[in-house]
């Protein structure tokens, strides 16, 4: 548990805003995706003027993964020009997961990352407020990438770690875990019961980039589009599954939902089942290829017979 | 639903690859080897070509278990499709069991093309596994107003001739 | 002015125990504990300081759970006319013969206590849409059987802005009375005959003695401020908002306004008044399934997207504008009601920071003042190209 709480504005932001300027001066990045202030808090933004730099902002409300915005699908942002993304250390592994999977050219996008020490849970605030154990965003607890290395500029002090929320994610995870099998599903139904398939989760997420979805194959469908319980159990599995190995806990799935489902519990499995079975960790370097795809002659098969 | 349930019989769908299950399968025939008549095959090509999904819509169409079983590791017939299989069904396994569905519910197995006698093993196993937690009515459930099914060996009405 | 009627804070939870007694299902606002919910494991911003609430509408068990504080339910009334998936039919094969079975259209009667005058007034300005070309027996099944009772709103925050599209915190469109809080309880207003059987039904709840000096002016006051408040938020010419939007297809400032949203639909389906489904034939076996039809978006990608591949709106910024079209253009043109209530929630839930208080601001700007549109004042201009 630190002894001071993390400021509310993060350092580094003056520099952050003249890489910018200097950036869209010298006219080969033509827009600058980063988090400004307005009424309901931070929110994304785009620079394409010099003279807007002063716009960007980076305190603990800018929760937002930016790199959604790199999604080939987003042809009106593409439309802009090449871009320049502010990311943090959980964003920039989504980047390093789109190079993975040959989303991406390394040279197609400027990366100008910000050290973080973390973000609020509640973050539509028209203030920042400083990290405490009950303010801050449970993922960011025990964040492995505060200097982030896939970057092209980096700027800002380092930060003290993230507090340790009231209750870890693991706590969570490992709570569900201990649970009989029959309150699992009790609980799992009940959350899916909620879900009304707005596919937030889906646009929201950066890696979640197939030009046709699962879900909208309709010959056949292979999953159920009502929003009943057995169609959304079907829908979420199917995205956890593909997410596998994948997923960078950015948290934006969870965050993004209208109606409250705990998908950090779900994408924190999956990591753990991973790192488990194949010693796998997702980070920001592309080199290392994913998990699933992938395979060992030894890999673990103790459930089959 | 731990009670046995005699009086019911499960459905169990089986997912198998063509070149050692099924065959596997077959010989488990030819040997009039005794074994539940529960199971319902489906023959792919690979293992390696089991989407998860299958499995999902088995259970939304009524099954109450399943079976995916394919070539042992090393043994593909094309060299790697089960090594992709090993992976990608363990992911499953585990994320359904988080869920809270039984695994008990889902069998995996490597059943070569002359091991009929393991195949019996593995479906009377799997059989008795299911007889004992009962029908999966629970899955089809969750979507309300869902058509009931006919009674145990036939999912829905006569199909016109 | 309809006659008033006062009922004290004791008797309203009485009411509502009464109705609940004789079998009447209520539905109205309940507050709960996020972290005392049996999924307080699921709670993202748990604190377990049990400081944290959900308010949503739901069918009472008990006069207990009625929420009074006057909070914003996370999702409108919506789901109780147009449920979030419902099925319309199921079939079964049988030899060469196929037997349909339809869903009952008549429904047993309910009420509704303590409703916000936003989610109501949003379902008198559906209505239209439901009895336009076809009569949506299901809607309108659930609407005769409904008794709704509007709670006079204090105003939520500054993303509330329902006195801009023609309704106010203390409306009655689409309700059938009106309760406000004053000393010791609530002056009731009926505005319909459902709204007048209930008092028929529950005299003794009830007491005649208003007097127009005291609580009558209380309410009066009441109302009068919660519209002040809520006016302050945004004014605009609806009807020049409307004009502007009908005639400046192209207009590069909607695409602008759109740049940052995500498609993800959660504004959809929070908004009152958002009304678009998707009809599928689910087969469940060999030759039985059931017809659903579940609550769809514009904002997907796949809602224009025809069978041949082509998609005609196939990039967000396009589907963004075409939701501002629909609420604020198409539907007023066509219905003469603005598809919005200023409930506020689509900006609330956004959490890409959409703001359509922002939005709306800007396109009347654009079209009382055209020469002082300036787009840059709302959003980052586009990169030349």
């Known amino acids: 548990m630190t002894d001071t709480a993390t400021a509310p504005v993060y350092t580094g932001v003056d520099d952050l805003r003249r890489i910018a300027r200097e950036l869209l001066e010298a006219g080969d990045v033509r827009v600058i995706i980063g988090w400004e202030a307005a009424r309901r808090g931070a929110r994304p933004v785009f620079v394409s003027d010099p003279a807007e730099t002063d716009k960007l902002i980076f305190d603990t409300r800018c929760v937002h993964n930016l790199v959604t915005y790199l999604n080939p699908r987003r042809d009106h942002v593409a439309e802009l020009g090449k871009i320049a993304l502010v990311v943090k250390g959980c964003d920039v592994k989504a980047v390093a997961g789109l190079l993975r999977e040959s989303q991406l050219g390394r040279a197609d996008v400027v990366l100008i990352g910000v050290r973080c020490g973390g973000v609020l849970e509640e973050n539509e605030l028209p203030a920042a407020l400083a990290l405490t154990p009950e303010t801050v965003a449970p993922r960011c607890y025990g964040c492995d990438n505060r200097e982030p290395t896939l970057t092209d500029h980096l700027v800002g002090e380092p930060q003290p770690e993230p507090p340790r929320p009231v209750m870890t994610i693991d706590e969570r995870v490992a709570a569900l875990d201990g649970q009989p099998l029959e309150e699992r599903w009790a609980f799992w139904t009940e959350q899916f019961g909620k879900c009304v398939r707005c596919y937030a989760c889906r646009q929201v997420c950066p890696l979640c980039i197939c030009e046709q979805c699962i879900v909208e194959k309709t010959r056949p469908q292979w999953i159920e589009s009502s929003a009943h319980p057995r169609g959304n159990l079907s829908w979420n599995v199917t995205r956890a599954i593909h997410l596998a190995g994948r997923c960078v806990d950015c948290g934006e799935c969870e965050r993004f939902c209208p109606v409250g489902i705990p998908l950090s519990l779900l994408n924190r499995k999956l990591q753990d089942i991973v790192r488990e079975r194949y010693d796998y960790t997702v980070s920001d370097d592309p080199e290392n290829a994913a998990p699933i795809g992938d395979y060992r002659l030894d890999d673990q098969q103790e459930f089959i017979k | 639903m731990t009670d046995a349930h005699t009086d019911f019989e499960p459905r169990i769908t089986a997912f198998v690859c063509n070149w050692c299950t099924y065959t596997g399968a077959d010989l488990a025939g030819t040997s009039r080897l005794h074994m539940a008549s529960n199971v319902r095959l489906i023959r792919l090509p690979c293992t390696g070509r089991i989407d998860p999904l299958f499995i999902v819509k088995a259970f939304e169409r009524g099954a109450d278990g399943v079976i995916v079983s394919g070539c042992h590791p090393a043994d593909c017939h094309y060299t790697s499709g089960n090594y992709h299989a090993r992976r990608r069904f363990a992911v499953f396994h585990d994320i359904m069991e988080f869920i809270g569905v039984d695994p008990r519910r889902m069998t995996f197995s490597w059943v070569s093309a002359s091991e009929g006698a393991k195949w019996k093993d593995v479906v009377n196993e799997a059989v008795a596994n299911v007889r004992e937690l009962g029908p999966y009515e629970a899955y089809r459930a969750l979507a309300p107003e869902a058509v009931e099914l006919e009674p145990s060996g036939h999912s829905g009405a006569e199909v016109a001739s | 002015m309809s006659d008033r009627y ?173 309760l406000t809080p004053v000393a010791g309880g609530y002056v009731y207003e009926p505005a319909t005959d459902k709204g007048r059987a209930l008092i028929e039904g529950n005299k003794a709840r009830f007491s005649g003695d208003v007097e127009a000096d005291t609580l009558g002016r209380e309410a009066d006051d009441e109302r009068a401020a919660s519209r002040r408040r809520v006016a302050a938020n945004l004014e605009i010419d609806a009807e020049s908002v409307r004009d502007w939007i009908d005639t400046h297809f192209e207009d590069p400032l909607l695409s602008q306004l759109a740049i940052r949203c995500n498609g993800c639909g959660a504004c959809t389906s929070v908004c009152p008044t958002c009304h678009c489904f998707d009809i599928v034939d689910e087969q469940e076996g060999v030759g039985h399934g059931t017809r659903r039809r579940c609550w769809d978006t514009c904002q997907a990608p796949t809602f224009t997207l025809h069978a041949s591949g082509h998609n005609p709106r196939d990039d967000q910024h396009v589907r963004y504008r075409q939701r501002i079209n629909h609420k604020f253009a198409i539907y007023p043109l066509k219905f003469g009601e603005v598809l919005c209530t200023g409930c506020g929630r689509c900006t609330r839930v956004c959490h890409a920071g959409q703001d359509l208080v922002e939005i709306l601001q800007a396109i009347d700007i654009a079209a009382r003042r055209p020469g002082d549109a300036d787009p840059a004042a709302a959003e980052p201009e586009e990169a030349a190209s």
């Not at chain 3, 509408?57 to 109780?80: F, H, M, N, V």
């Not at chain 3, 079975?101 to 047993?108: D, L, S």
């Open chain 3, 6 to 178: 006062f009922i004290s804070d004791s008797d309203l939870r009485g009411l509502a125990a009464d109705l609940l007694g004789a079998g009447t299902e209520v539905i109205a606002p309940v507050a709960t504990d996020i972290c005392q919910s049996p999924s307080a494991i699921a709670a993202t911003a748990c604190t377990l300081d049990h400081s944290l609430v959900d308010i949503d509408y739901r069918a009472l068990t008990s006069a207990d759970e009625l929420d009074l504080d006057r909070g914003l339910p996370q999702l409108s009334l919506k789901g109780y006319f147009l449920p979030e998936h419902e099925a319309l039919c199921s079939w079964k094969q049988k030899g060469t013969t196929i037997e349909v079975e339809e869903v009952p259209t008549e429904f047993a009667a309910r009420v509704v206590l303590a409703a916000k005058p936003c989610d109501a007034a949003a379902l008198e300005v559906v209505d239209k849409v439901m009895n336009w070309d076809y009569k949506d027996e299901l809607w309108n099944g659930r609407r005769e059987a409904t008794t709704i009772v509007n709670l006079t709103c204090p105003m939520i925050d500054d993303s509330c802005f329902c006195t801009a599209v023609g309704t106010a915190p203390d409306d009655v469109k689409g309700a059938d009375g009106l």
